[in-house]
């Protein structure tokens, strides 16, 4: 699999207040880089939670979401960095 990075990679606010869009990107890889697993949450704009997921332990995972949509996690453990498939 390859994909372009389009910025650095940063820990995911704990809250959705402290929430990210990435730059506005569709695609996001998410890092767990802890000994535990973390739970995921994307939310709207408006602040609603359209879906959560556990990460695992040192799990990698691609999400796809709309650009406006927003990924908080239970600790900024969970690093995320925009990307785009080429």
């Known amino acids: 699999m390859n994909y372009r990075l389009y ?3 940063a820990g995911c606010g704990t809250s959705v ?3 990210s869009t990435f730059a506005n990107a569709t695609e996001v890889r ?3 880089n802890s000994s535990s697993n ?3 949450t994307v939310a709207n704009a ?3 939670t359209l879906g ?3 990460l695992a332990d040192g799990e990698v995972t691609f999400l796809m979401k709309d650009p406006t949509d927003q ?3 239970a600790a900024a453990t969970v690093l995320g ?3 785009k498939y080429s």
């Open 7 to 9: 910025a650095v990679e």
């Open 17 to 19: 207040g402290a929430a």
């Open 30 to 32: 998410l890092f767990n």
């Open 38 to 40: 973390q739970l995921v």
């Open 46 to 48: 408006a602040d609603v």
């Open 52 to 54: 959560t997921m556990t």
């Open 71 to 73: 990924i908080f996690a």
């Open 81 to 83: 960095t925009p990307v």
